[in-house]
């Protein structure tokens, strides 16, 4: 989506617009850490992690924060749900920064920090609460959000058990040829999208998908514009959780 960005910028008025096009996957991949805005960490859907030691965490933590100490956190790891947005934050900014290349290196797509770790977020006037912790099970659902549809439905309809669905693959006929595709799903690019609406049946529920989720929801916003009854799949497929059948070409 940075070129549309990029291009809604320009449209605004701005002159010196630049694209960075591989975007935060190629940044965190790097190895460059990535932060959580405040109202993200106040009320987002995610795992929020205290790093420090577990007196600390009893004086002072974030609102919501699991104490998870940094040193337990390499036996806690498979208590982390893979597809939750981690957010991490200490009182020390190298420990923050080796958590989050421990839990990156280790599969886990979706981590960040609290800008300014602990100190940070309490001088910005986040809340904190202190006083004894009652447990420090880490419990996550995910929450859909609009226009998403859940990963057990998606699966229904590739595995042939829902008659009612069309399912497209909204990535391009490369990368089905490299990766291979869904059962019971038709390869229709994002671009294509709009030139091949009249081949859409309007009497089924369209669920999109693509490799992350960031074209799907696009796709999404252009068919729910049309008029059609449609959902889109916000997931990476490489995830263990998206265990759909693929066929190679």
């Not at 369209?206 to 049309?226: F, N």
Request: net charge negative; glycine share 8%.
């Amino acid at each position: 989506m940075t070129t549309q960005n990029a291009g809604l910028a320009k449209k605004l008025g701005y002159k010196n617009v630049r694209a960075y096009l591989e975007g935060e996957p190629a940044w965190a991949g790097a190895g460059n850490p990535t932060y959580s805005l405040k109202s993200y960490v106040d009320k987002g859907n995610i795992v929020l992690i205290d790093l420090r030691t577990s007196e600390k965490a009893v004086n002072g933590r974030i609102k919501r924060a699991v104490s998870v100490p940094y040193d337990d956190l390499e036996d806690r790891m498979d208590d982390i749900p893979r597809n939750a947005p981690v957010i991490l934050y200490s009182d020390s900014a190298e420990e923050a920064i080796d958590a989050l290349d421990d839990l990156r290196s280790e599969g886990f797509k979706h981590v960040s920090l609290v800008e300014g770790n602990y100190s940070g977020w309490v001088h910005s006037g986040g809340t904190t609460v202190s006083g004894p912790i009652a447990s420090t099970e880490i419990s996550w659902v995910r929450i859909l959000g609009p226009g998403e549809v859940s990963v057990a439905d998606f699966k229904k309809a590739t595995d042939g058990g829902d008659p009612n669905v069309f399912v497209i693959d909204s990535r391009t006929p490369d990368e089905v040829a490299q990766l291979g595709i869904f059962k019971n799903t038709v390869n229709i690019s994002l671009d294509e999208i709009p030139n091949r609406m009249q081949e859409f049946p309007k009497d089924k529920t369209i669920y999109v998908h693509c490799s992350t989720g960031a074209r799907a929801e696009m796709a999404y916003q252009e068919l729910k514009k049309e008029g059609f009854k449609v959902k889109f799949l916000y997931l990476t497929i490489s995830d263990p959780i998206c265990d759909c059948e693929v066929v190679k070409l």
